[in-house]
């Protein structure tokens, strides 16, 4: 059974720095990994969609990297800002038509 | 067009009611999933249909719940004499295989309390 950690579970940086949110999967049998953004009440945001085959997607200040044979991703944040506040959440699925499995989220605050 | 879309938004109910919550997906998505969220945790496959067909139903968490989408593109999710812990944010995905790639995209959940 595919299982998804995060870590940390919260993160507290002031405004300007670069960060790395961290999500483990223990199967590596992996169709792609993606990275939401979860604003208080409100539902997922999609940030960046990496397929099994590739290494790492960028959009603007986000990089997310994916290493399928170790079960790892990062999502680096660069030059935070207060907007960037919000739960972020790491999911994997194994296949067309299959479910996401998510982790647990980190809860990013970044202080102006 | 527009996105997945999700309601209520919110509802309140008192422990035993039936409680019943509408989805509409993305038009012309075949594939839709139902995830349930509870405070402070990732969302948890409940359900998933292809079409019309309900193709995994391993995430319900008991026979109260049941989900169906019977022309394969607006779908409920019926819980039935609800519980406490069934309190939770259900969140609704659609999605569609284009030239290989398929993305699921959320609704903005319905967040309901039993009391």
């Known amino acids: 059974k595919q299982e998804v950690t995060q870590i940390p579970a919260a993160l507290s940086v002031p405004e300007g720095e670069n960060l790395v949110l961290n999500c483990s999967f223990t199967d590596s049998a992996i169709y792609n990994l993606q990275w939401f953004r979860q604003d208080p009440g409100k539902g997922l945001t999609s940030l960046l969609l990496i397929q099994s085959s590739q290494r790492e997607q960028t959009s603007g200040r986000l990089n997310a990297s994916l290493d399928k044979s170790s079960g790892r991703s990062t999502l680096y944040i660069a030059a935070s800002q207060p907007g960037d506040s919000a739960t972020y959440l790491c999911a994997v699925r194994r296949g067309y038509g299959q479910n996401f499995v998510f982790g647990p989220g980190t809860r990013l605050s970044v202080l102006p | 067009g527009a996105g997945v879309s999700q309601s209520p938004r919110y509802k309140v109910a008192k422990r035993g009611q039936d409680v019943a919550l509408r989805c509409d997906p993305i038009?012309?998505?075949?594939?839709l999933f139902w995830y349930q969220q509870a405070l402070g945790q990732g969302p948890e496959f409940l359900t998933y249909f292809q079409n019309e067909a309900q193709l995994d139903k391993s995430g319900l968490p008991s026979d109260r719940f049941f989900a169906e989408r019977p022309e394969g593109s607006v779908s409920t999710l019926k819980i039935q004499r609800t519980q406490q812990e069934d309190s939770a944010v259900y969140l609704c995905?659609?999605?569609?295989?284009?030239?290989?790639?398929?993305?699921?995209?959320f609704g903005p959940g319905t967040r309901l309390l039993v009391l």
């Open positions: 038009s012309g998505h075949v594939s």
């Open positions: 995905a659609s999605s569609l295989r284009v030239a290989g790639v398929e993305t699921q995209y």
